[in-house]
């Protein structure tokens, strides 16, 4: 069945009333001469956005064949984006792993389960033995389930008692996180996805809907299309498909973005559009927030970020007349300068003008990754299990008690370590062992000839599972072959607190296991035990294992308590909280107004917006937010690698419509590949001019790092400003022989060649969206 969302991406039109039901609109796609009748259908939901679309798997002699959106689904009505239509065909592509492979003598070779793993238990037996456990370090995904991310969590946390895990959400979306507890307690996205239908204003603040959540844009689309159209202001630097349908696009300075959220904030107070009953009893730190962003006039913002003062005064009327407002984040601010100051500005527009907590109105500090939220609440990356506080002695305790284990066994010393720290740590030698599981980090991390270095190194025992051979893989010891969504059964939960289920359609093939299963067996085979003596993880089963995770959300922001593998089955995901007063789940969070801020409750304790000097309870607990909102300010300070005589251009990346992360899964799905098949580079059509520059020309873009090669294109982007796409790694050309260089010293590629070992204050977030460049043509 042929369906076209290469050139059409979002579909036609279904426009309604504000407040009327999303129509639904079923996408399906088959292979050539299947038909609808000959299938089975295996209910799922995407993985390869975060919008979490519900998805059925078609499957025909035991092998995948399609699939098609879920009508019933209350995230999707039924539409799927490319990604959706055309991605899973990456689960059949002839070069998945099937076998484990083990280094010999420099080279990987196959080896069976048992080789395999006895080499990654007795590795890591050495390292536990020689340098304790802050000698291991484990790096995982925003791909995996809750369960694989629970299991992980407890073997790191409770049983070895390492505070080194995080995950590949550090780089898409772990300001959203800390940006969502700064201002609010507690993590979760307020809103639900129901708000774009009602909303007659949105404010898209770095967020490039229309190519990282094609389906959510689509239901935009519908709505912009329709009748009694929202309102629309973009903050973007690139004249993108969502920048073109805006009201007021301002295309600021990269790096600026906080300054600009101040200019907009001082608009509202000194207009008048401050809902001032609201602040005044549901929030904490007015007073200083207004003495902050007083010196944030539109003539100083214009001069810092490149946008007309005019422009910014419309864009704050616009944001001020607002009756229904939703904002949205993305990487435009968190992969940016001043990443958590500036989310958190974006939640105090919403609570200047009291738009949260009721149909239409919520900030939305969106996901990247599908299950980016799961490593959140599971523990797996920068935060304990159920959005418990790490510096809270009683979170501690109460995790022990569910766990079984000494309070001291879970690392609560010193804040979870993030990947760029992790990093550090094998760089200087003190992490001896590293495994990453299903994530590409010698592509997706900053400055990527120093992590290829440190990935490299003879003292770092390197574990790799994944489902194929990718650059990270290519440097392991020991790499392990990973089952795909589809192969294996679990939940997972979008950006909006919709939970899924995905029931296994096929099985993986050759030896692949889940990654469950490879947890299991590592926690099995380090003996790893409770305080009882007994098995530490108690679970052999997903089923099992969200049972057990059930249990540790009881009573906690995210309270899975009423959720089951058998509510989830047949209808539509349901949004935690889910509980026994809630049974069918919970659509907005703070309808009554009262936050997560109580210092016993809230998930963390705060920190100084610019320096990321972490508050501890007594500086909380004088806050006295005790149940309202809280607004954070701070100053905007230049970023750290300005334009200079010698690199007068600013780079930023981002992602294209039809790839995801490094390409792993979308660039072995024919359509996706064919539609982008390789990296480009764009320039505002000035710069190309003076640089003699004209479209498809190749081009070299360099930093102090590093550089990449790629054809140009003249867009619409605001002058002095480069961007690329970061999907581009060197995958599909490790076994290229034609050349005596590695990939990416023979044609460079990837993004992040050019990017600076620098992160966020707050959320240690990796800078990646601003470097400073020279471009020039390349001669053949």
């Known amino acids: 069945m042929s369906i076209n969302r290469i050139e059409d991406v979002w579909g036609p039109r279904t426009p309604h009333l504000p407040g009327d039901p999303w129509p639904a609109r079923v996408d399906m796609y088959l292979d050539e001469g299947v038909r609808e009748s000959d299938v089975e259908w295996h209910q799922s939901a995407c993985v390869l956005c975060s919008n979490g679309c519900g998805i059925d798997i078609a499957v025909q002699g035991g092998r995948m064949v399609g699939v098609r959106g879920r009508e019933q689904d209350r995230v999707n009505h039924g539409r799927l984006g490319p990604k959706g239509l055309f991605g899973w065909q990456a689960n059949r592509s002839p070069d998945r792993l099937t076998t484990p492979l083990v280094r010999d003598g420099g080279e990987l070779r196959a080896a069976s389960w048992d080789e395999a793993m006895n080499l990654v238990v007795e590795r890591s037996r050495e390292v536990l033995r020689r340098h304790g456990p802050l000698g291991m370090g484990f790096f995982t995904s925003g791909q995996l389930f809750l369960e694989d991310y629970y299991t992980l969590g407890l073997i790191v946390r409770g049983g070895i008692g390492t505070p080194h895990l995080d995950a590949n959400t550090r780089l898409c979306t772990a300001t ?173 527009i919403t609570l200047l003008r009291g738009m949260i907590g009721k149909p239409g109105c919520s900030v939305f500090q969106l996901n990247g990754q599908p299950t980016a939220q799961n490593t959140r609440e599971t523990g797996a990356d920068g935060d304990l299990v159920g959005m418990r506080n790490w510096q809270n002695p009683q979170h501690v305790a109460d995790l022990a008690r569910l766990w079984n284990v000494e309070p001291a066994q879970i690392p609560s010393w010193a804040p979870p370590t993030h990947i760029m720290q992790i990093m550090r740590y094998a760089e200087e030698g003190s992490i001896r062992f590293l495994w990453v599981s299903g994530t590409n980090p010698a592509v997706s991390l900053p400055e990527l000839h120093r992590i290829r270095s440190i990935l490299k190194q003879d003292r770092l025992f390197l574990v790799v599972s994944d489902a194929f051979l990718t650059e990270t893989a290519a440097l392991a010891d020991v790499v392990l072959p990973a089952a795909l969504w589809g192969e294996k059964v679990g939940t997972y939960t979008n950006h909006d607190r919709t939970v899924h289920l995905s029931e296994r359609a096929v099985q993986p093939p050759g030896e692949a296991k889940p990654d469950l299963e490879i947890f299991l067996s590592y926690a099995a085979g380090l003996g790893l035990q409770d305080k009882d003596g007994q098995p530490l993880v108690k679970w052999s089963t997903p089923e099992e294992c969200f049972e057990a995770f059930k249990e540790v959300t009881r009573g906690r922001p995210c309270d899975y308590s009423g959720l089951s593998y058998a509510k989830l089955r047949g209808g539509s995901g349901i949004q935690w909280p889910c509980t026994e007063s809630a049974p069918e789940g919970t659509e907005r969070l703070y309808t009554d107004h009262r936050f997560n801020t109580d210092t016993a409750y809230c998930e963390d304790y705060g920190h100084d917006l610019t320096t990321g000097a972490a508050f501890e309870r007594k500086d909380h607990a004088d806050l006295g937010a005790a149940g309202r909102a809280i607004l954070k300010a701070a100053h905007h300070h230049p970023p750290h690698e300005p334009p200079s005589e010698e690199r007068p251009f600013l780079f930023t990346s981002g992602r294209t419509t039809y790839h995801f992360h490094t390409r792993t899964k979308t660039g072995r799905a024919r359509q996706l590949q064919d539609a982008a098949p390789r990296p480009w580079v764009e320039l505002a059509a000035a710069d190309a001019e003076a640089l003699g520059i004209v479209e498809g020309d190749l081009v070299r873009v360099e930093s102090a790092r590093g550089h990449l090669e790629a054809p140009a294109r003249l867009t619409g982007s605001r002058e002095g400003v480069v961007f690329a796409p970061f999907h581009y790694g060197y995958w599909d050309r490790l076994g290229d022989t034609s050349s005596s260089d590695a990939p990416e010293q023979a044609h460079p590629t990837a993004a992040n060649e050019l990017t600076l070992t620098a992160w966020d204050p707050v959320s240690k977030q990796p800078q990646v969206k601003l470097a400073a460049v020279s471009v020039k043509k390349m001669t053949s």
Request: aromatic share 6%; with cysteine; proline share 4%.
């Open 176 to 348: 959203s996180d800390f940006a969502l507890k700064e201002s609010f307690g507690t993590d979760g996205d307020p809103g639900s996805l129901a708000d774009f239908d009602l909303c007659d204003t949105l404010f898209l603040v770095g967020h490039n809907m229309a190519e990282t959540h094609t389906v959510l844009w689509a239901r935009v689309l519908d709505r912009l299309e329709g009748p009694e159209p929202p309102r629309l202001v973009v903050v973007d630097p690139r004249r993108t498909a969502v920048a073109e349908r805006a009201e007021v696009h301002l295309a600021v300075r990269p790096g600026t973005n906080l300054a600009l959220l101040n200019g907009i904030q001082a608009a509202l107070i000194r207009n008048g559009m401050v809902d001032t009953d609201f602040v005044d009893q549901h929030t904490i730190g007015f007073d200083r927030l207004a003495e902050v962003v007083a010196a944030y006039d539109p003539d100083t913002v214009a001069g810092i970020c490149g946008v007309a003062a005019a422009d910014i005064e419309r864009a704050a009327r616009v944001i001020g007349e607002a009756q229904r407002l939703v904002s949205t984040c993305l990487q435009g601010v968190y992969q940016s300068h001043e990443a958590t100051a500036s989310a958190c500005q974006v939640n105090n």
